[in-house]
C-alpha cells in the first residue's frame, strides 16, 4: 500500500486548505491513519491522528483549527485546515497502518513525498 498526498499550496495566513490522502490497494484494511509534518530545521511532528472506527486526537497546536477525517469505503483521509498561521508551513505527510486481507500480516505504510503547505503573513 502507498499513500499519496495532495491538496496542498500558497494562502495568506487566516485562510483554509484541504489536504487529501489517498491509499492505493484494494486487498487490505486500513486501521490507524495519520498527518504528520516537517518544517524545515525540525523533526518531523504529529499532528493529528484517525482510528478505523473514526475518532481523531490532535496536537495542541492545531486543536480547534484542523479536522481530520476518513472515507473508508475510498481508503482515503483527509485533513481540513482553518485559521492557518505562518508556523503551520510545513511539508505534510501521511502515514497509516493496515492488515492485508489475504495474509492478515499487519504493514505500516511507506512515507510519501508529502505535500507543502506554504501560509504566507
Known amino acids: 500500500v502507498h499513500l499519496v498526498e495532495s491538496g496542498g499550496g500558497l494562502v495568506q495566513a487566516g485562510g483554509s486548505l484541504r489536504l487529501s490522502c489517498a491509499a492505493s490497494?484494494?486487498?487490505?484494511?486500513?486501521?490507524?491513519m495519520r498527518w504528520y509534518r516537517q518544517a524545515p530545521g525540525n523533526q518531523r511532528e504529529l499532528v493529528a491522528t484517525i482510528y478505523s472506527g473514526g475518532s481523531a486526537n490532535y496536537a495542541d497546536s492545531v486543536k480547534g483549527r484542523f479536522t481530520i477525517s476518513r472515507d473508508n469505503a475510498r481508503n482515503t483521509m483527509y485533513l481540513q485546515m482553518n485559521s492557518l498561521k505562518p508556523e503551520d508551513t510545513a511539508v505534510y505527510y501521511c502515514?497509516?497502518?493496515?492488515?492485508?486481507?489475504?495474509?492478515?500480516?499487519?504493514?505500516?505504510?511507506?512515507w510519501g513525498q508529502g505535500t507543502q503547505v506554504t501560509v504566507s503573513s
Open positions: 490497494g484494494s486487498t487490505v484494511s486500513i486501521n490507524t
Open positions: 502515514y497509516a497502518d493496515y492488515v492485508d486481507l489475504h495474509s492478515h500480516k499487519y504493514y505500516y505504510t511507506p
